[in-house]
């Protein structure tokens, strides 16, 4: 029968070797209840000592004692090589490189007519106007008759409109409205002056499109009621407008117009932003923005007329006001040299990335 000593070294042996095979927790527990356990290998020939002459006891228990620590230590040593080995595997998967360069961001930003749209009411607002807002499906009688557009009146070509299907007393009477003018009369109705309010908004037209109509466009018409208005204050509000949205250098005309609601109409010119007034580019082609006028029209605008004023209660009599109504989509086109309205509408991330 071997000796004690003798079996504790094949013990060191086999342990050793079982200890470097196992490769997971569950392989460690095992191997520590094989050689350490309550019933492990070691355990019980330290059990054994008990039984032994003195001499021999102190000499195998000591090397037993020995050995217990010895086995502990080289399994505290393996559970940290494989914790390494686990933790450099994790990191080999999802590998980090901080020095590589961030991905970008895509950032979104406003549409260039919402942006346009945005100065055009601030300028307003820092005035003394108020946005207000109306119905896109409206009454014929606010979009024309109160405006002083019957019917059988021929300035309704001016509008070809979309008639919503829908009639009352026999005839076509709710549409897409066709101007924001609509509104000046709805205000009107429930307020009483001073009145100055702006009105942005979209706007439809039953039209064929071409690179300056679209059938859809974005309006802000505005409205200023009060005792004492003058055509001064029609054109210093607006001068200030031109000032504001293309530059202080820009010139500015006003031509007559024709409006059935305004009287006297008048349409607002600036030189051209293209050519500069010169009607021809400077290799000496004609410039298409003006069609060689070296001016460009931006807004239609005039005197409200009395009757619109007093078809809503005022005293047309004491109150005089002015308004306007201009396309956003024409300002933007001017301000970015945009060629073709239809541009704003196409979605197309090429254009709409460089505002
Ligand atoms: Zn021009």
Request: overall charge negative; proline content about 5%; aromatic content about 8%.
């Amino acid at each position: 029968m071997p000796s004690l000593l003798e079996e504790l070294k094949e013990i060191e042996v086999a342990a050793r070797s079982q200890l470097a095979e196992a490769r997971d927790d569950a392989a460690l527990e095992e191997w520590r209840i094989a050689y350490l356990g309550r019933r492990g290998r070691l355990t019980l020939v330290l059990r054994a000592l008990a039984s032994l002459p003195l001499e021999e006891r102190r000499k195998v228990g000591a090397e037993a004692n020995r050995l217990k620590e010895a086995l502990g230590a080289a399994l505290a040593q393996r559970q940290a090589q494989l914790e390494e080995a686990r933790l450099t595997a994790v990191m080999e998967r999802g590998r980090l490189d901080v020095t590589l360069p961030g991905r970008p961001r895509a950032q979104g930003r406003l549409h260039p007519v919402t942006q346009t749209l945005r100065d055009v009411l601030h300028c307003f607002e820092s005035m003394g106007f108020q946005v207000v807002e109306g119905p896109e499906v409206e009454w014929d009688r606010y979009n024309f008759e109160a405006l002083r557009i019957p019917r059988d009146h021929p300035a309704r070509d001016m509008w070809a409109t979309l008639w919503v299907d829908y009639e009352k007393d026999g005839e076509r009477s709710m549409l897409l409205r066709t101007h924001t003018s609509p509104n000046q009369v709805r205000y009107m109705e429930g307020h009483q002056p001073p009145i100055r309010i702006v009105v942005p908004g979209r706007v439809y037209r039953f039209e064929a499109t071409d690179p300056i109509h679209d059938w859809m466009h974005t309006q802000v018409e505005g409205l200023a009621v009060d005792e004492g208005i003058s055509m001064a204050d029609l054109k210093g509000t607006l001068a200030e407008f031109v000032r504001r949205i293309f530059g202080a250098d820009r010139k500015m005309f006003f031509h007559c117009d024709y409006f059935p609601f305004t009287e006297p109409s008048m349409g607002l010119l600036i030189d051209c932003v293209v050519c500069n007034g010169e009607g021809r580019l400077r290799d000496g082609q004609g410039c298409s923005t003006c069609k060689e006028t070296g001016w460009i029209e931006v807004l239609g605008s005039g005197m409200v007329h009395p009757e619109i004023l007093a078809n809503v209660g005022y005293d047309a009599e004491r109150y005089t006001g002015f308004a306007w109504g201009m396309g956003i989509e024409r300002i933007a086109m001017l301000r970015y040299g945009v060629e073709d309205v239809r541009l704003f509408y196409q979605n197309d991330l090429r254009l709409l990335e460089q505002f």
